[in-house]
């Protein structure tokens, strides 16, 4: 069973910056994809970031490209979402989600959610314009 738990969320200005972390109870990020997901009220959970460990090869929703990074540090065993140049709309819940099968990546569909069978509990953050 993998665990996850964010942290890092908060309130920030609209043009400020958040890092988030994403701790998880694994060895090793070898062969796992991970990946961060935003929610609001009401709608769906969307794809917000991914890492393929194998291959450092990262993916980004075409909304947070050039201002957010995701990047981990295998030794601390921890994801991060580093996020410049936040706006209102970036305003949601934040999840870590982590798939180690490798059906993540292999099938190209990092970007659903489905694909991820671990999650943690989210860490919220709010942008104020």
């Known amino acids: 069973q993998v665990q996850l738990v964010e942290s890092g969320g908060g309130l920030v200005q609209a043009g400020g910056s958040l890092r988030l972390s994403c701790a998880a109870s694994?060895?090793?990020?070898?062969?796992?994809?991970m990946g961060w997901f935003r929610q609001t009220p009401g709608k769906e959970r969307e794809f917000v970031a991914a890492?393929?460990?194998?291959?450092?090869?990262?993916y980004y929703a075409n909304s947070v490209k050039g201002r957010f990074t995701i990047s981990g540090d295998n030794a601390k065993n921890t994801v991060y979402l580093q996020m410049n140049s936040l706006k209102p709309e970036d305003t949601a819940d934040y999840y870590c989600?982590?798939?180690?099968?490798?059906?993540?990546?292999?099938?190209?569909?990092?970007?659903?959610?489905?694909?991820?069978?671990?999650w943690g509990q989210g860490t919220q953050v709010t942008v104020s314009s």
């Open positions: 989600a982590a798939d180690r099968s490798g059906a993540a990546y292999s099938s190209g569909r990092y970007y659903y959610k489905d694909e991820y069978p671990y």
């Open positions: 694994i060895r090793t990020f070898t062969n796992y994809m």
């Open positions: 890492i393929m460990w194998s291959g450092s090869s990262t």
